[in-house]
């Protein structure tokens, strides 16, 4: 389609030709978000029930870990199998991580059964933003991502819920087994309506870039190491060696003949570089608070597992509000919010930090709504500029690009934030004045991270790509 043909509405969307494929899509973000939200809700019980406080990052970090393996072989999958064959493998080999997880015994098996999610959760991830390129036209784009977004409005009160209920029951297992049914009924749904000629047009050599998948992994458990041992020296030398390791990633990705990420990827000159800057920042930014404010929320204000899951979720639905109200927006707007809404997010981490130890914890909903106001505002303009500002021909890839950065996004604040608790004292235990440090210093740590992004997304802002297809559309 055309985007000249296409008029820039809410109502193009439903057009058969696109609101199916776009249904399949949005299951795929669903099972995402509801996993996220009862993952967060559920971490405490599982806590309780097998050990590991110590470990309480690692779930996440091997999921995105594992993601990102799968993201960046995502366009070898649908080249090889097709769009369709590779959505549906996806969303079967997330609801098995979902049975390991149910069958686990101690938090390392759960962290295996995340693993082997996040290899079913990159595909869907990444083939979603392939798919959004290569079937809706270019002036509908922010729209779809703004339905990406709303559809954690479907998750926010069915995702804590189910955690809720299944661990007020004291049942975690059984929440992993309903996840596991969501992902098989997806994968079946997937098989008949997802179109069957979706297949990569600029499909590259087969090859899978193995050493620089390994490197970002390797960059993820150097991390990781270092939230966990106590010698300082050792914590300074993996830290060192994590930002070392990712930054020859980036290196020798931009010397291969099949890319893992644009050739322009992190470089302030373009666009599409400045863009995945704010995507990385914005995704450490936004992690730690599924992982740990259930624990503070629980612990602190003694909150039920549903209560606290739900107040977490609140950063969800301010997400999902935020980006459907701007997604029509155009002239300046998308310029003011790129800079407006990582400040927002700033100060919404700088409240959970001053106000979650001192409470009580309805003084909390406004800095965790402002969080997820402050990356809904400006997520999908970030990425229309990454994805307009490609270079000729790296337009597939800087698409999948995006997914692959946020994951590696998370995982480094997942990684962080086990550092920065079990520095405060929760790796021995989930002792009182642990609880009460960690509390503090969390999030207080990712302050910096969206204040960057803002400073960076002034630049971007002043980049042009050469092209401001939401205001065309409007115009004609």
């Known amino acids: 389609m055309r985007d000249g043909l296409i008029e820039p509405s809410w109502r193009a969307l439903l057009a058969p030709q696109l609101a199916l494929p776009l ?68 969303a079967v080999i997330y609801a098995a991580g979902a049975v390991l997880c149910a069958l686990a015994s ?29 079937v809706f036209p270019e002036v509908l ?123 322009d990827a992190f470089s302030l000159r373009s666009a599409t570089g400045t863009g995945l800057w704010m995507v990385w920042l914005l995704s450490i930014a936004y992690s730690p608070l599924a992982i740990y404010a259930p624990l503070f929320l629980q612990r ?19 997400w999902t509000g935020a980006a459907l109200t701007v997604a029509s927006l155009a002239g300046e707007w998308p310029g003011r919010l790129i800079i407006a809404g990582p400040i927002a997010m700033a100060a919404g981490l700088l409240g959970v930090g001053l106000l979650m ?14 969080i997820g106001t402050g990356i809904g505002v400006c997520w999908a303009f970030i990425l229309q500029r990454v994805m307009t500002g490609a270079k000729p021909g790296e337009e597939n890839i800087a698409a999948a690009s995006v997914a692959t950065v946020q994951q590696t996004g998370i995982a480094f604040g997942a990684a962080i934030a086990g550092l920065v608790a079990n520095a405060s004292g929760l790796g021995d235990g989930l002792h009182p004045g642990s609880v009460l440090r960690a509390a503090f210093w969390v999030p207080m740590a990712f302050v910096a991270a969206p204040l960057v992004a803002s400073v960076i997304g002034m630049r971007l802002v002043a980049l042009r790509s050469g092209r401001e297809p939401t205001i065309a559309a409007n115009r004609a």
């Open 23 to 90: 249904s399949v899509l949005l299951g795929g973000v669903l099972l995402h978000s509801m996993n996220v939200l009862i993952t967060a809700t559920l971490l405490p019980s599982i806590v309780a029930d097998v050990g590991g406080s110590n470990l309480m990052s690692w779930p996440t970090t091997a999921f995105v870990a594992s993601s990102i393996i799968a993201a960046t072989s995502a366009a070898i999958v649908s080249s090889a199998v097709g769009n369709r064959r590779a959505f549906c493998g996806g």
């Open 106 to 134: 101690s938090m390392g098996f759960v962290i295996a059964g995340r693993f082997v999610q996040g290899l079913g959760g990159g595909l869907l991830s990444a083939l979603a933003y392939v798919l959004v390129r290569n």
């Open 141 to 263: 784009w922010p729209r779809v991502f703004g339905l990406f977004a709303g559809v954690w409005s479907v998750s926010v009160p069915i995702g804590p819920l189910i955690g809720g209920l299944f661990a007020g029951y004291g049942n975690w297992r059984g929440a992993f087994f309903a996840v596991a049914g969501v992902g098989g009924l997806l994968g079946v749904t997937a098989l008949f309506i997802l179109p069957s000629a979706a297949r990569r047009e600029d499909a590259t050599k087969p090859k899978v870039p193995a050493l620089r998948v390994a490197l970002i992994c390797a960059a993820i458990a150097l991390l990781s190491l270092a939230s966990i041992s106590r010698e300082p020296a050792i914590k300074s030398v993996c830290i060192v060696a994590a930002i070392g390791t990712f930054a020859l990633t980036l290196r020798i990705d931009r010397r291969a003949s099949v890319a893992l990420l644009p050739s």
């Open 300 to 318: 602190l204000h003694a909150l039920s597992p549903l209560i606290a899951g739900y107040m977490v979720a609140l950063a969800s639905l301010a």
């Open 357 to 370: 130890v001192p409470g009580p914890a309805a003084v909390l909903l406004l800095p965790i709504a402002l």
